[in-house]
């Protein structure tokens, strides 16, 4: 969809319950990919606390970025 997956778990705690039926996972740890605005992929972690497995994703999409 576009977003950081932990923005998923976030929308359901303020009540947009249309996002339960997305089947998606709502853990941080997954970030898109953009390419000129638009989604080209998307790079996610898993293994660790939910702040690293983002973190740890952050610096694979900046990685790319470059």
């Known amino acids: ?7 998923i778990g976030a ?3 303020q009540g947009q319950v249309q996002l339960l039926g997305l089947h998606l ?3 941080k740890g997954g ?10 992929g998307a790079i996610g972690v898993g293994g ?3 702040a690293q497995d983002e973190e740890c994703a952050r610096a694979g ?3 790319l970025s470059k």
């Open 61 to 63: 999409v900046d990685a």
């Open 31 to 40: 970030l898109p990919l953009l390419v000129d605005g638009r989604v080209a």
């Open 1 to 7: 969809i576009g977003h950081p997956s932990g923005d």
């Open 48 to 50: 660790a606390e939910s």
């Open 11 to 13: 929308g359901i705690d």
């Open 25 to 27: 996972l709502a853990m």
